[in-house]
């Protein structure tokens, strides 16, 4: 779920998006809200005349905080619309430990590692020359925004199934980021599970 603003680029009108669609798109106007659907399934939201609904402060990609869902939800409320946000505001960034590394069966430069994020252990399908057991690594979950708006999602890598990604630094848009393939490795001071970025 993602949230942005750009009153200057755009007008006063904020977009949520509930999840990532195709492109044929069906718009139904409900006084300043307008409900994005695609095959009858709402996928998002326009918000028109946003800064007299919502605290919204900064450009772009916007943090979702709780005050906010519960501002947006209001705003649905206010409506004859029937929905009721269901959000995940948990970190999306965060430390992870592979536990686990073993070759893929179906590819020969994948890997399948088994990774604690503290709160539970993914399976992710890894294509990292230098990933290996016992690292800490930077892990965006299911439901992550990278840098380049790619929306992190369950998968299925050559019939293996991977929930998350481990990161490079490039991938992570960080400065001074090595241009060789590889993911980052994190030093010890790091704690599995800790959110990766102050999200």
């Not at 006084?31 to 772009?60: C, M, P, Q, R, T």
């Not at 399948?112 to 290996?132: K, R, W, Y």
Request: glycine share 10%.
């Amino acid at each position: 779920m993602n949230l942005f603003y750009n009153p200057t680029g755009v007008g006063n009108v904020a977009f949520l998006q509930l999840e990532q669609g195709e492109g044929s798109f069906e718009y139904e106007r409900h006084g300043d809200v307008v409900a994005i659907k695609e095959n009858d399934k709402i996928v998002g939201f326009n918000l028109f005349e946003a800064s007299n609904h919502l605290n919204i402060d900064g450009v772009g990609h916007i943090k979702l905080t709780e005050q906010l869902l519960s501002d947006i939800q209001k705003m649905i409320d206010n409506t004859d619309l029937d929905y009721q946000i269901e959000a995940d505001l948990s970190p999306k960034f965060v430390v992870g430990y592979v536990q686990s590394k073993e070759k893929h069966p179906n590819a020969d430069k994948l890997s399948i590692v088994q990774v604690d994020v503290g709160s539970e252990t993914l399976q992710i399908v890894c294509g990292a020359p230098n990933i290996d057991q016992g690292q800490k690594v930077v892990i965006a979950k299911v439901g992550a925004v990278m840098p380049s708006g790619m929306i992190i999602k369950d998968a299925e890598l050559r019939g293996v199934p991977s929930s998350g990604m481990v990161c490079s630094m490039k991938e992570l848009n960080l400065p001074n980021a090595p241009q060789e393939k590889g993911i980052m490795v994190l030093d010890d001071h790091y704690q599995v599970g800790q959110p990766f970025f102050d999200e």
